[in-house]
């Protein structure tokens, strides 16, 4: 990397970086002002700002893109501005050249995005969401009020509690038959992960067998419940969203629902925006450049700042429109998921070919 190259580098990744502290600043803040409304006896004002501290990776994470573009808005601006760009155009640097410059800050800043979206946003999610479900609840478990339901092939299963520690209170099985007759009902009183035996050890076991011509009740004091439903796995479906797991959790979740036939749209939609956000951050940036050369040459520092939240605003609007639209209507999420990245860099290059 040669002088100019760091120059460039520096100064969009300087913008970025005061971009991504001031916007990651206000929405903390405005997620304390949240929960502070939800302060009483057990959640207190020093458990809201664990959680504000906790939740605070994925905040970063999916801001990302919009400082990236701020970022090469305002820095190049600043640049353009002070004439540098011409300068440097004059003195035989092309457009393709200093787009790679402000394109390699921008890398670095996925890749770290990519990081925490694998290794820190999930465990932080599930503890920061855990510490406050149990501090509102006031109980030692995480379960809905009317408990969770699950289901693995033709087998539906109800769970009154959901402990952290492995142990589950109430679980109640319901097994159809390929023509959706109730052909079985059990009900465990409790029921311990063991890993060794490949599944849940269920105590206390009453239930019903229901065949053509009669019914026969059992009453077993242990059982073993083989599956491959695990207590992080429960964990995290309860507190964490699909669209916060891990690319490898989420492949994880779609390979176990589509074993078990459910449907897993909402799970690849998460994987999708995982793995493409970093085409998603390039695209913006793309778009950031083109403008820079084109209809912003001349335009002050706040019209470029406005001008980014404004983009951003509309492709935030873009993909919130597409991924609930791609549910309903049944197309790929994937599809759902590359439109608005490929109208960032079908836009971006138009301008900048305009501008070259």
């Not at 778009?287 to 001349?298: D, K, Q």
Request: hydrophobic fraction near 50%; aromatic fraction near 10%; include cysteine.
């Amino acid at each position: 990397m040669n002088r100019l190259d760091r120059y460039l580098a520096g100064t969009v990744a300087t913008i970025m970086l005061l971009s991504m502290v001031g916007l990651l600043g206000i929405l903390s803040l405005f997620t304390v002002m949240e929960e502070i409304e939800n302060v009483g006896t057990n959640y207190r004002l020093w458990d809201v700002l664990v959680y504000t501290v906790y939740t605070t990776p994925r905040r970063f994470y999916e801001l990302v893109p919009y400082s990236a573009l701020i970022g090469c808005l305002v820095g190049l601006g600043l640049l353009a501005s002070n004439s540098e760009l011409t300068v440097m155009r004059a003195s035989g640097v092309s457009t393709l050249s200093i787009t790679g410059s402000v394109i390699k800050p921008t890398l670095v800043l996925a890749a770290i995005s990519l990081s925490l979206g694998e290794f820190v946003i999930p465990d932080a999610e599930r503890v920061a969401h855990n510490d406050k479900e149990r501090a509102l609840s006031d109980e030692d478990h995480i379960t809905p009020e009317f408990g969770l339901w699950y289901r693995e092939g033709n087998r539906y299963i109800h769970f009154d509690v959901v402990g952290e520690d492995g142990v589950l209170e109430g679980v109640s099985h319901y097994v159809f038959d390929e023509h959706d007759k109730l052909r079985s009902v059990r009900f465990a009183r409790r029921a311990v992960y063991a890993e060794a035996l490949g599944g849940w050890q269920l105590e206390g076991v009453v239930g019903t067998e229901i065949e053509p011509l009669a019914t026969r009740r059992f009453d077993i004091a242990s059982e073993v419940w083989k599956t491959d439903l695990t207590p992080s796995f429960l964990s995290t479906e309860l507190l964490v969203a699909p669209d916060k797991l891990s690319v490898r959790q989420l492949s994880a979740k779609i390979d176990y629902m589509r074993r078990q036939g459910l449907a897993s749209e909402v799970y690849e939609l998460g994987f999708w925006r995982r793995v493409l956000q970093p085409l998603a951050v390039m695209g913006l940036v793309l778009v950031a450049i083109s403008f820079v050369f084109g209809p912003l040459r001349e335009a002050s520092m706040g019209t470029r700042v406005v001008m980014g939240l404004v983009i951003g605003i509309l492709f935030k609007f873009i993909q919130d429109l597409l991924a609930p639209a791609s549910l309903v209507f049944g197309f790929s999420s994937l599809i759902a998921t590359l439109i608005p990245i490929l109208m960032c860099f079908v836009f971006g290059f138009v301008l900048l070919r305009r501008a070259a």
